[in-house]
Structures are given as structure tokens and as C-alpha cells.
């Protein structure tokens, strides 16, 4: 018997040196995660999303990017396409999979300056009435008149560095998603919930330090 306990506590001290003396709880997921290198980066993928999905529990703020005037129902906001690294660029103001949920008055003038921070390729911004699911080549029409940047198909967008203003009226309550309608960009994460509250919320819940 004691030969199987020889190996074990080896192990136990060279992963002692190596992590500084974690408490044994570390050292067990250590030993457990370097005894399966395949698995972790597909282990760590759902785990991502599972958490990204759950921006409905953060509290409702009001970031820079975003202004609401209720003497005239109206909201100003601005969205960077690109503005952190996160997902290739591919992001809102930094969101992806739906981890940000912007939630603007049934009946807003909203006024929507989009800018293509990203310096590799073009994006575009689309509010469609579906939410997630989307296929690699989206064409969904714009849920509201005026609420999609030109062009947007899966080959042209706004350009690096390019700008464009968007004037809407969120005229019906739901439940929507601001898309990228780029080849494969939506599929991938490149979209944000999109809320339209009958009750008059206007906000944003983001799970992105710093949005
Ligand atoms: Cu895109």
C-alpha cells in the first residue's frame, strides 16, 4: 500500500514549488487540470458563454456610451464596433454573446452613432427581432425603420475607422438583439440583447468590466 502513496505526494510537493503554496483544494483542480491539458480550452469555452448569458442579473447603469432624456423620451448612444481585443474585435463596445443588455423606453427617439473601431475588416449594426440562433449569413430586416447601418450583408459594412448615425423610433416593447450581419460575425457572439421596455426602463446590465 504504501508504494501508491509514494507518487501521489511527489506530485503534491512539485506542485506545491511550483504554485507557491496554494491550499490543498488548488492543488487538487491543479493536478486535476494539468492530468487533462486537452480538455481545457473547450472546458473553458462553455463556461464563458454560460456566465456571458446571464447579464440580466447585473444592475441597470448608465455608461458614457449612453444618455436618456425623459422629458422627451429620447436616447443618445454610442456603440464602437471593435473596442476592446475581445473576440477578434468582432464586439459592441466590448460585449459579445449577449453579455450586455441595453434597454431603451417603448416609443424612444433613439439617436445610434456607430464606429468601426476595429482596423482589420468592416462591421455593420443591425436591431432584429431575433435573438441568438443566428445563421452565418443573417438577413433579417431591421426591426425598426432606420435601425441598420449601410451597407450590411455578409460581405459589406462600415469600414475601419468610418462612422454612422442611426435615428429610430423603438415604436414597438420587446425583446430584440443589436447584430453584425458580417459573414460569420453574429454566429460567433458578435451581438448584443436589445430590450424595448413598456414600462419606460432605460439603461444599461453589462457582465463587461469597464462598459
Ligand atoms: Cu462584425
Redesign the pocket.
Known sequence: MKRYWILPAVLTVALAACGGGKPSSSQMQSSQAAAQPANTPTAQQPATQAADTDASSAPMTTPDWFHYDKATNSVRMTIT?GLTPVLNH?NFNGGTHGNIIITVPEGAKVTLTFTNADSA?A??LGIVDKVGGYSATPTLPPVFKGAVTTPHSAAA?INPGKSQTLHFTASKAGNYAMI?Y?AG?AVLG?WLHFDVSAAGKAGVQSLVAGS
Do not use: K
Request: aromatic content about 10%; charged content about 0%.
Open positions: 464596433a468582432w475588416m462591421h455593420t459594412g453584425c458580417m460575425h458578435m
